[in-house]
C-alpha cells in the first residue's frame, strides 16, 4: 500500500514539474525554422506577416514577388540563364506553433557575400520583442547558414532608408533608429555592424521603374574578422560591385533582351564611384559611442 501511495505522490510530482516546465519553458519558446515548399503552413504565416509591416510602401515586394523568392531558391541557385548565382535564404522564428519573426537573406556563393532584404518582427508578440529574442534567434540561424563550410560567407551586407531635410520629423526618427534592430542582433552574437559612411543611392531595379532619389545608409557585418576603422578604395569598390551589378543586377535574366542594358546603367553607377571615391573610407561602428577616427586627408 506504501508503495502505490509514494508512486502515485512521485507521478503527480513529475506530471506538475513537467507542466511548470512547459509553461514557463516550453511553451512560449521561440525556435527557428528554414520557410520554403516544404512548409507551406509557414509561408502562408510569413506572408501575412509581411504583409502587416511591409507590404504599405510601393517599393517592397509584392506577395507574388515574395512567394516566389520563398520556392524558388534552389531552382536560383542553379539556373543557367542567370548572370551569378543566388541562394535564397528564409528563416522564421516561431513561438505557439506561429511565424513571430522572419528574416530574408541573398546568399552570392561566388561573392561569398550575402545581403539581407528584409527582417521582420511581430510588434504584438510580446516574447519576440523581449530582449530582442526573435532577432537573436534570428541572426543566429543566419550566421549558422551563412558561416558552413558549404557557405563560408565573408561578409553580410544590409542597407536602411536615410534622412534627408525632406524627411518628415516622425518619420526621421523611425529611420534613425531602425539600425538599432541589427546592431543589437549583431551584437549578441559577438558581431560588429558597421556603417560605410559614403554617399550611398539606390538604383532601378528594372529599366522600368523611375530612377530612385533617397539616400540609403549602407551596413556591413563581418562575419570573419573585423573591418579596419578606414577601408581602402578598392576593398569599398569591391563591395560596391557586389551590391549594384549583383544583388541588383539580377533583376533581368542573360536571355532577356533588356539585361545588358540594364547592366550597363549599373555599370555607371559602380564607375561613377570608381572616380569619386576617396583614396580611404571611414567606416562607423554600431555600438552606441563608438565611432570611427577620421579618414586620412587626400
Not at 504599405?56 to 548565382?85: C, I, T
Not at 541589427?182 to 556603417?195: H, K, R
Not at 549583383?246 to 555599370?267: I, K, M, N, V, W
Given at each position: 500500500?506504501?508503495t ?8 503527480v ?16 519558446r521561440?525556435?527557428?525554422i ?5 512548409h ?10 509581411y ?10 515586394y ?18 543557367p ?15 505557439n506553433?506561429r ?26 508578440s ?13 541572426f ?8 558552413s ?20 520629423k ?9 539600425p ?9 552574437l ?7 559612411c ?6 532601378r ?89 577620421r579618414?586620412?586627408?587626400?
Amino acid at each position: 500500500m506504501l508503495t502505490v501511495i509514494v508512486t502515485s505522490i512521485a507521478s503527480v510530482a513529475g506530471a506538475v514539474l513537467a507542466a511548470f516546465i512547459w509553461e514557463t519553458k516550453l511553451r512560449d519558446r521561440i525556435t527557428l525554422i528554414r520557410i520554403g515548399p516544404d512548409h507551406p503552413e509557414a509561408v502562408e504565416e510569413l506572408l501575412e506577416l509581411y504583409e502587416h509591416l511591409f507590404l504599405k510602401d510601393p517599393a517592397n515586394y509584392s506577395l507574388e514577388e515574395l512567394n516566389e523568392f520563398l520556392v524558388s531558391s534552389k531552382e536560383h541557385l542553379a539556373a543557367p540563364n542567370r548572370h551569378v548565382r543566388v541562394e535564397n535564404i528564409a528563416l522564421g522564428a516561431r513561438q505557439n506553433g506561429r511565424v513571430v519573426g522572419f528574416v530574408l537573406c541573398h546568399f552570392y556563393p561566388d561573392r561569398r557575400k550575402a545581403i539581407v532584404s528584409y527582417l521582420g518582427i511581430d510588434r504584438s508578440s510580446l516574447k519576440a520583442r523581449r530582449d530582442c529574442a526573435a532577432r537573436r534567434k534570428l541572426f543566429a540561424g543566419l550566421r549558422r547558414a551563412l558561416t558552413s563550410r558549404r557557405r563560408d560567407c565573408q561578409y553580410l551586407f544590409y542597407d536602411l532608408v536615410g534622412v534627408d531635410p525632406s524627411t518628415p520629423k516622425v518619420e526621421r526618427r523611425e529611420r534613425q533608429a531602425r539600425p538599432t534592430l541589427f546592431i543589437q542582433a549583431a551584437e549578441a552574437l559577438g558581431l560588429i555592424a558597421t556603417e560605410i559612411c559614403l554617399d550611398y543611392r539606390p538604383a532601378r531595379v528594372s529599366l522600368d521603374d523611375d530612377e530612385p532619389d533617397y539616400p540609403l545608409r549602407l551596413w556591413c557585418i563581418p562575419l570573419k574578422g573585423s573591418l579596419p576603422a578606414v577601408i581602402p578604395k578598392a576593398l569599398v569598390l569591391e563591395f560596391l560591385e557586389f551590391i549594384y551589378m549583383d544583388c541588383y543586377g539580377d533583376f533581368y535574366s542573360t536571355d532577356d533582351p533588356r539585361f545588358a542594358e540594364h547592366q550597363q546603367y549599373l555599370r555607371q553607377i559602380v564607375d561613377h564611384y570608381a572616380e569619386a571615391l576617396p583614396d580611404f573610407t571611414a567606416v562607423k561602428c554600431g555600438r552606441p559611442g563608438r565611432h570611427s577616427r577620421r579618414a586620412p586627408r587626400q
